[in-house]
């Protein structure tokens, strides 16, 4: 745990749609160890904006992960959902702290993401907050690879989301699909077909 004088506290996650801007420019000069990102209720008590449980706790993730709302006051499904974001989390936090970080889907509209990169590991977040402007999206080009690697992508999902329902080819996207740096730089990945305040976590691991 980062020392309380080092520990700030970037974003409410509650609120992580009208702050999303500061939170980017925290992420300029501050460790994501010592950048607090935490899960709040819904509806936010300050924009009486709901979100999503699933959205909330994967952008949660990308910081020192948090929660400002009472579990006991959640639905079963959101503290369940909660729970497998959390030891997710928990799993990839060196990876989280301790990698590069690089902003990725940046020509995608009404969305953002990033890019934590440590060794051969890494885990990419990409949020759609909105719709897109049209039907076909831009791809997800994937910044700050070895151009000379390959990786092995996986779509990472937590607990048991309705988000299966929405992926094509699920079992390609759990086994792992593999792709070259130059392909994730240039053509980048397709996600699948989502609406806005919708989230998405990508593993990758360096294979060659």
């Known amino acids: 745990m980062p020392n309380l004088a080092e520990y700030c506290r970037s974003l409410s996650v509650l609120m992580l749609i009208s702050r999303r801007r500061s939170n980017s420019g925290w992420f300029d000069f501050l460790p994501l160890g010592a950048t607090g990102n935490h899960v709040g209720p819904s509806p936010n008590p300050i924009t009486g904006r709901c979100l999503p449980m699933d959205l909330r706790a994967k952008v949660a993730m990308f910081g020192h992960m948090g929660v400002e709302a009472d579990p006991a006051a959640m639905s079963a499904s959101d503290r369940a959902l909660l729970a497998a974001q959390i030891a997710l989390y ?26 934590a990169l440590s060794g051969a590991c890494g885990l ?58 130059p392909e994730l730089l240039k053509a980048g990945i397709l996600l699948p077909a989502s609406g806005p305040e919708t989230a998405w976590l990508i593993s990758l691991e360096r294979v060659a």
């Open 124 to 181: 990419a977040l990409v949020a759609q907050t909105k719709f897109a402007d049209d039907y076909s999206s831009p791809s997800v080009r994937m910044h700050g690879l070895d151009p000379a690697a390959s990786y092995r992508l996986r779509l990472l999902l937590a607990g048991t989301p309705p988000s299966d329902g929405r992926v094509a080819q699920p079992e390609l996207w759990h086994s792992g699909t593999v792709k070259t740096g």
């Open 90 to 115: 928990k799993e990839w936090r060196d990876v989280i702290h301790r990698g590069s970080l690089t902003r990725i889907a940046k020509t995608l509209p009404g969305a953002f993401g990033y890019l």
